[in-house]
């Protein structure tokens, strides 16, 4: 049952009882139910405040009438303070409501059927011949959880990892190549062998500066389609991609398109072409940009004096290719704020091309820094954490702390299994916590912590779930709801009965940490009431409704962390 629609039809109902000349229209809509900040005041309240001016009268005579007519208490009994209507739940129907909507839903609770729409997401985003660090965490794990987030919702979800895989540094890297390099050593080192190449390039171009125009000429033969060229570049691609696999395979994220920069190469004529049409192309020193400066905006570069393209370039042609293919209902782009007004130029000139989805459509999710333990980090300075380092740093700190918190883990494949979903949950889940906007500052201490606000404390209140029904095994008998009347039981209750919602507010505000938060507020309430209440013990209609809570809070736990990206341990 939801009960936001229950409560507001016994809301509904007593006001035209109270108020016959109330027409619906004046009605505010299910939305209007808010929850109350201290659960002593209620499950739901209503402001009267928008129903004065219909009504002419105080909000708080307009609560007072409505709540005398309130008149379902099997459902909710409503009491006015203020100019609220505040309604508490009957608490065994309450707890029946939610525990039987769960139990018959599972994994789909809070799920919406099939939505006839498709969201686009661009994430992650990796480069070609670089290995992942730290930053490039935040973009590939809000993309990952976005994407489960609107399949849940129903929605067809498209990832895509738009490759930086187009310039001149390719060029060089080939010149590299074919001086310093062979395919035995980049067989066997790499990313890293690739890498080692472009730093000597560099270093060697200081002191020899036709190297810079031999990187170009590779560049061009690139471009020009050199069969020569481009296998090696394919190559070069195979080998970052195979790299990057391992790390996406840990996190469990996979892409349903790895099209980029190069892809579009041949598809940007389109865009220059309705600019020139539309008038919207104009010459600036040489170069061709579209003036943006009506909606205070520097001018968005399309054209480069030597006509090369740019990002705006590509991105417009991406977006107009990816409306074609997908036919998107939105098109997310998860890229660091420093990209904002990037992204407001190229909405802006899509705009003005005739594009009007732009403006509803396309959307840049930004997110914060990430830091390490209080240090920024700086690919010139050096001061980088990779992410497969620290991955796998992450998963022998867990294996660390679990061996000495969990000696019942003596069998090694299991040790290995909960320690890998531990250290890469805590990492997701830290990444996570936190509204996307705000940076991060990553610390070992606080993301492995078995007691704090983390991936560790969460994971294990499910696997404590997973024991306790384990040794519950099959309960024959009725539930007894009144076993689940005390404050512990309806706070977990409360917070499971809201998940739905808080699923669809992360969709609509591009927020994961919502679903984070939440997550972490019922692995809290189920604690509380662990250790308050014997959850085994006594008659067998308690023991039944309390082994159902305890399974509902185990499927919202583990729907939670996975719409997050985070593992579910079975035992810890």
Same mark, same amino acid.
């Given at each position: 049952?939801?009960?936001?629609?229950?409560?507001?039809?016994?809301?509904?109902? +007593?006001?035209?009882?109270?108020?016959?000349?109330?027409?619906?229209?004046?009605?505010?809509?299910?939305?209007?139910?808010?929850?109350?900040?201290?659960?002593?005041?209620?499950?739901?309240?209503?402001? #009267?405040?928008?129903?004065?001016?219909?009504?002419?009268?105080?909000?708080?005579?307009?609560?007072?009438?409505?709540?005398?007519?309130?008149?379902?208490?099997?459902?909710?009994?409503?009491?006015?303070?203020?100019?609220?209507?505040?309604?508490?739940?009957?608490?065994?129907?309450?707890?029946?409501?939610?525990?039987?909507?769960?139990?018959?839903?599972?994994?789909?609770?809070?799920?919406?059927?099939?939505?006839?729409?498709?969201?686009?997401?661009?994430?992650?985003?990796?480069?070609?011949?670089?290995?992942?660090?730290?930053?490039?965490?935040?973009?590939? *794990?809000?993309?990952?959880?976005?994407?489960?987030?609107?399949?849940?919702?129903?929605?067809?979800?498209?990832?895509?990892?738009?490759?930086?895989?187009?310039?001149?540094?390719?060029?060089?890297?080939?010149?590299?190549?074919?001086?310093?390099?062979?395919?035995?050593?980049?067989?066997?080192?790499?990313?890293?062998?690739?890498?080692?190449?472009?730093?000597?390039?560099?270093?060697?171009?200081?002191?020899?500066?036709?190297?810079?125009?031999?990187?170009?000429?590779?560049?061009?033969?690139?471009?020009?389609?050199?069969?020569?060229?481009?296998?090696?570049?394919?190559?070069?691609?195979?080998?970052?991609?195979?790299?990057?696999?391992?790390?996406?395979?840990?996190?469990?994220?996979?892409?349903?398109?790895?099209?980029?920069?190069?892809?579009?190469?041949?598809?940007?004529?389109?865009?220059?072409?309705?600019?020139?049409?539309?008038?919207?192309?104009?010459?600036?020193?040489?170069?061709?940009?579209?003036?943006?400066?009506?909606?205070?905006?520097?001018?968005?570069?399309?054209?480069?004096?030597?006509?090369?393209? $740019?990002?705006?370039?590509?991105?417009?042609?991406?977006?107009?290719?990816?409306?074609?293919?997908?036919?998107?209902?939105? #098109?997310?782009?998860?890229?660091?704020?420093?990209?904002?007004?990037?992204?407001?130029?190229?909405?802006?000139? $899509?705009?003005?091309?005739?594009?009007?989805?732009? +403006?509803?459509?396309?959307?840049?999710?930004?997110?914060?820094?990430?830091?390490?333990?209080?240090?920024?980090?700086?690919?010139?300075?050096?001061? *980088?954490?990779?992410?497969?380092?620290?991955?796998?740093?992450?998963?022998?700190?867990?294996?660390?702390?679990?061996?000495?918190?969990?000696?019942?883990?003596?069998?090694?494949?299991?040790?290995?299994?909960?320690?890998?979903?531990?250290?890469?949950?805590?990492?997701?889940?830290?990444?996570?916590?936190?509204?996307?906007?705000?940076?991060?500052?990553?610390?070992?201490?606080?993301?492995?912590?078995?007691?704090?606000?983390?991936?560790?404390?969460?994971?294990?209140?499910?696997?404590?779930?997973?024991?306790?029904?384990?040794?519950?095994?099959?309960?024959?008998?009725?539930?007894?709801?009144?076993?689940?009347?005390?404050?512990?039981?309806?706070?977990?209750?409360?917070? $499971?009965?809201?998940?739905?919602?808080?699923?669809?507010?992360?969709?609509?505000?591009?927020?994961?940490?919502?679903?984070?938060?939440?997550?972490?507020?019922?692995?809290?309430?189920?604690?509380?009431?662990?250790?308050?209440?014997?959850?085994?013990?006594?008659?067998?209609?308690?023991?039944?409704?309390?082994?159902? $809570?305890?399974?509902?809070?185990?499927?919202?736990?583990?729907?939670?962390?996975?719409?997050?990206?985070?593992?579910?341990?079975?035992?810890?």
């Amino acid at each position: 049952m939801d009960m936001r629609l229950a409560v507001y039809g016994l809301l509904c109902e +007593a006001a035209r009882t109270a108020f016959p000349a109330l027409k619906d229209t004046d009605l505010p809509g299910p939305e209007a139910l808010e929850f109350p900040p201290d659960s002593k005041l209620g499950d739901f309240a209503f402001p #009267c405040f928008r129903l004065a001016r219909p009504l002419r009268l105080a909000p708080d005579r307009i609560a007072a009438a409505i709540a005398a007519a309130a008149n379902q208490p099997q459902l909710a009994t409503a009491q006015a303070v203020g100019g609220y209507v505040n309604f508490f739940f009957h608490r065994g129907h309450f707890a029946k409501a939610v525990l039987e909507e769960i139990s018959e839903k599972g994994a789909a609770y809070g799920s919406q059927g099939d939505q006839g729409k498709t969201v686009v997401l661009d994430y992650s985003s990796i480069n070609i011949a670089k290995r992942f660090h730290i930053g490039h965490l935040s973009t590939t *794990v809000l993309g990952h959880s976005l994407k489960r987030i609107y399949t849940h919702l129903g929605w067809r979800a498209i990832g895509i990892n738009h490759l930086g895989d187009w310039g001149t540094q390719f060029g060089k890297m080939i010149a590299a190549f074919k001086r310093w390099g062979d395919w035995q050593m980049l067989e066997a080192g790499g990313v890293e062998a690739l890498n080692a190449l472009y730093v000597r390039f560099h270093q060697e171009e200081e002191k020899n500066p036709a190297l810079t125009e031999e990187g170009r000429a590779w560049f061009r033969k690139i471009e020009e389609g050199d069969s020569e060229a481009l296998s090696i570049f394919n190559r070069f691609k195979e080998l970052t991609l195979a790299y990057a696999q391992t790390v996406y395979e840990q996190l469990g994220i996979s892409f349903d398109s790895y099209d980029g920069e190069a892809f579009f190469n041949d598809k940007m004529d389109r865009v220059i072409e309705e600019l020139r049409q539309k008038n919207l192309l104009k010459p600036d020193q040489g170069a061709y940009v579209v003036d943006l400066e009506p909606y205070k905006m520097p001018p968005c570069l399309i054209l480069k004096s030597d006509g090369a393209t $740019l990002y705006a370039t590509r991105d417009l042609a991406a977006a107009l290719w990816r409306k074609d293919t997908y036919g998107f209902d939105q #098109c997310l782009y998860v890229v660091a704020y420093q990209q904002n007004l990037h992204f407001k130029q190229v909405f802006k000139v $899509l705009e003005l091309m005739g594009y009007d989805w732009a +403006a509803t459509q396309m959307r840049h999710v930004a997110f914060g820094m990430v830091s390490f333990e209080g240090q920024a980090m700086s690919t010139r300075e050096g001061n *980088v954490v990779h992410l497969d380092e620290l991955l796998a740093r992450a998963v022998q700190k867990a294996r660390e702390i679990m061996q000495v918190k969990s000696p019942n883990l003596a069998d090694e494949e299991a040790l290995s299994l909960a320690a890998r979903q531990v250290g890469i949950g805590a990492v997701v889940f830290t990444t996570l916590l936190n509204n996307r906007i705000k940076d991060i500052d990553f610390w070992w201490e606080r993301a492995l912590n078995f007691d704090g606000d983390t991936g560790p404390y969460t994971q294990y209140a499910h696997a404590r779930c997973c024991s306790l029904l384990a040794r519950a095994g099959d309960i024959q008998a009725q539930p007894d709801y009144a076993a689940l009347e005390n404050d512990e039981a309806q706070a977990v209750l409360r917070l $499971l009965s809201r998940f739905p919602e808080v699923i669809t507010s992360a969709m609509a505000d591009a927020e994961p940490s919502y679903i984070t938060r939440a997550t972490l507020e019922v692995a809290k309430a189920f604690n509380k009431y662990y250790y308050e209440h014997r959850i085994l013990e006594g008659e067998a209609g308690a023991i039944a409704a309390r082994v159902l $809570l305890t399974r509902a809070t185990r499927e919202v736990l583990a729907l939670g962390l996975y719409l997050i990206g985070v593992d579910a341990p079975r035992q810890m």
